[in-house]
């Protein structure tokens, strides 16, 4: 399996049970070894009192591109630390883009950050994730064949 297709099969395999992503209308528009970029529509249940993007909704959409981002090696890989800089608010109706990418990758632990942009291109945050990796497999084995080429 070319390294495209496994990143590809693991973000399916992940999204099928992925019930916090969905909930949010959130959409993988790109997945590719150590990247992701998800989209999110900001609606009235993600504004703040001040009408602005509440922040633990950017928060949310920048976790789960980190988190489709750093499983796409086939290696249940979780979050270890996360931090967040907002820069600008979000508003109501806004297309959101959340844009993961790798920076290190070494035996279990890898650094990712992550962009948040407004539909106008506007960066509105910024996050950096650490990621550790829990040494067991988000696929399942291939089903074994017997020499007939049915499966055992």
Known sequence: MTPQRLAEACAAAMWKDDSASQGLDMRIVHIAPGQATLTMILTGRMTNGHGNAHGGYLFALADSAFAFACNTYDQVTVAQHCAVTYIAPGALGDMLTATAREVSRKGRSGLYDVRVTRQDGATIAEFRGHSRSLGRPILPPPA?????????
């Open 144 to 152: 074994a064949t017997d020499s007939q080429g049915g499966t055992r």
